[in-house]
């Protein structure tokens, strides 16, 4: 049985640390605007998918949307006393290297079950320029097996964050636009996988384009 929200505990950890460090860097040194929140599903499980231009991007999105969201996390790091308990409880799943996308879509369909936002990078790796040139189509898949919905999110301004040899967060300013949700794939045949994706990106896209 899919359950309809997050654990207490977990609650407590993303407040907590919401609003003692990422949000007021958000706020205040980032200078951020948020449009959108009100698009976003406060219970139940959720698909959000964003573009992905640094390491900062996690934070700031799961800050943005008002709810933890999980993200995949290499699996050595829940070999850590203590570290292992702390993300797992922030929503971190482990993921096997070598793996590849069936250990990832299993892991990610489990943290859905349990009634978490899961977060997914819709190229999969980091974009110099932020826009979506090659979405993936792992979002797709993984909503349409577990028949929930996607959340699409733009972050505009953290490619400029960290630059090469630097090792001090620029304060650039961010916008974070929050889309409409997208209805979840009725299957997996590829060509609705494809529509759906590619549905994503555009509104992603769309939503960069706007700018600051």
């Known amino acids: 049985m899919t359950r309809n929200r997050e654990p207490v505990a977990s609650l407590l950890l993303y407040h907590a640390f919401k609003w003692s460090v990422v949000s007021p860097m958000l706020h205040v040194y980032f200078r951020a605007r ?15 998918v964003s573009n992905h231009a640094s390491d900062f991007d996690p934070p700031i999105l799961s800050s943005c949307v008002k709810r933890p969201v999980a993200y995949m996390a290499k699996e050595e790091l829940f070999q850590i006393p203590v570290f292992k308990q702390a993300i797992e ?12 996308d069936r250990g990832a879509i ?5 943290a859905l ?9 819709l190229e999969g790796t980091r ?9 993936k ?26 630059k090469k040899g630097s ?21 997996n045949k590829r060509d609705e996988l494809e529509a759906v994706t590619q549905k994503c990106a555009a509104a992603i896209n769309a939503m960069h384009d706007l700018g600051r």
């Open 167 to 187: 090792f001090l967060p620029k304060a650039v300013p961010l916008t974070v636009r929050i889309g409409e949700v997208i209805a979840a794939p009725k299957s």
């Open 113 to 121: 079950e349990a009634g978490w936002a899961i977060g997914l990078f």
């Open 34 to 48: 948020i449009y959108g929140a009100e698009n976003v599903p406060q219970q139940g499980p959720l698909v959000v």
């Open 106 to 110: 299993r892991a990610a369909l489990a």
């Open 137 to 162: 189509l792992g979002a797709a898949a993984i909503a349409a097996k577990a028949g929930v919905p996607i959340l699409p999110v733009s972050l505009w301004g953290t490619e400029k964050i960290l």
């Open 89 to 100: 409880l922030y929503g971190a799943y482990p993921v096997k290297r070598g793996m590849g």
């Open 127 to 135: 974009t110099p320029d932020a826009r979506i040139q090659d979405p």
